[in-house]
């Protein structure tokens, strides 16, 4: 059944309006719909309608609502990606999957090996948008998630709260998804950020910045509301040294995990990750 997006203004008792040029042009050209087809809509409320189509003019059509109830074809808890942009079709392929598997939201992150010159992501935002709206459309999301801006992965954790960071190291790490949720569950409501490098991994500059904000020999970053700390070992135990006066809940340190012994294309360990992401978090 053909899946749409609508505004609840478009309701009007048990009948739905569809006037606007994307749908209708969707719906009476590019399908050929007739009347006493069926039709699929969800509103922005996250309500789903099973339609019947009654009537097509030449610019409205009108459905008849045979069932409305709540979507449960979203995740309860805010998964979002930091990715660092592939080449062309693995891109779109990768935005695709994600978008199938329900992130709310992809940061493009521009790293040190990044594929893509900063013109050319910029370029590339509004395309990687239309695709999750086509990709939510086909695996009937109740919502559409969201392409940010470029951005780094500095500016990503400094601008926003997560409850759990985890960034996916080849090579180095060797803890693994089902540890990480077996020491900290993720919870409803939850925001969790998977961090993905590029085609050629993270420069080791970053492995660095990784490492020290997993928990170094001599320092520890810590992430705190929004903000990226420093905070010297020797210091670690002296308060005057705290970003905030609050317990530790407020603190979130990123975790570096393993995918396993086999070296995945970038575009294959975005989709293993948050496959397994929601796995473990449906098992908890």
């Known amino acids: 059944m053909p899946h749409f997006f609508i505004k609840s203004g478009q309701v009007n008792n048990d009948k739905i309006s569809i006037s606007d040029k994307e749908n209708y042009f969707h719906i009476a050209r590019s399908l050929r719909a007739r009347t006493g087809e069926k039709l699929l809509l969800i509103d922005e409320n996250k309500i789903q309608y099973e339609t019947t189509i009654q009537s097509i003019t030449n610019s409205e059509i009108t459905a008849k609502i045979d069932n409305s109830y709540p979507s449960k074809r979203f995740l309860d808890f805010e998964l979002y990606l930091a990715q660092s942009p592939l080449r062309s079709d693995a891109q779109n392929l990768l935005i695709e999957k994600a978008t ?3 992130v709310k939201g992809v940061y493009p992150v521009k790293t040190d090996n990044c594929a893509l010159n900063n013109e050319m992501i910029d370029k590339k ?29 500095e500016k990503v954790l400094s601008e926003n709260n997560f409850d759990k960071v985890i960034v996916f190291c080849e090579r180095i790490a060797t803890k693994t998804i089902k540890e990480s949720f077996n020491q900290k569950p993720v919870k409803k409501g939850d925001k969790v950020l998977v961090i993905i490098g590029p085609e050629g991994g993270f420069s080791q500059r970053e492995f660095d910045w990784f490492e020290q904000i997993a928990g170094g ?7 705190q509301r929004g903000k990226i700390f420093e905070i010297p070992r020797y210091a670690l135990n002296d308060e005057k040294f705290c970003p905030d006066e609050s317990s530790d809940q407020n603190n979130i340190q990123i975790e570096m995990l393993t995918l396993g012994d086999m070296i995945l294309r970038a575009e294959t360990a975005t989709t293993v990750a948050l496959g397994n992401i929601i796995y473990e978090y449906s098992n908890h």
């Open 100 to 102: 199938e598997l329900g």
């Open 217 to 223: 020999d001599s320092s520890r970053t810590v992430i």
């Open 125 to 153: 935002i509004e395309k990687w948008q239309k695709i999750m709206y086509e990709s939510s459309k086909q695996c009937e999301r109740a919502d559409i998630p969201t392409c940010y801006p470029r951005t780094t992965i």
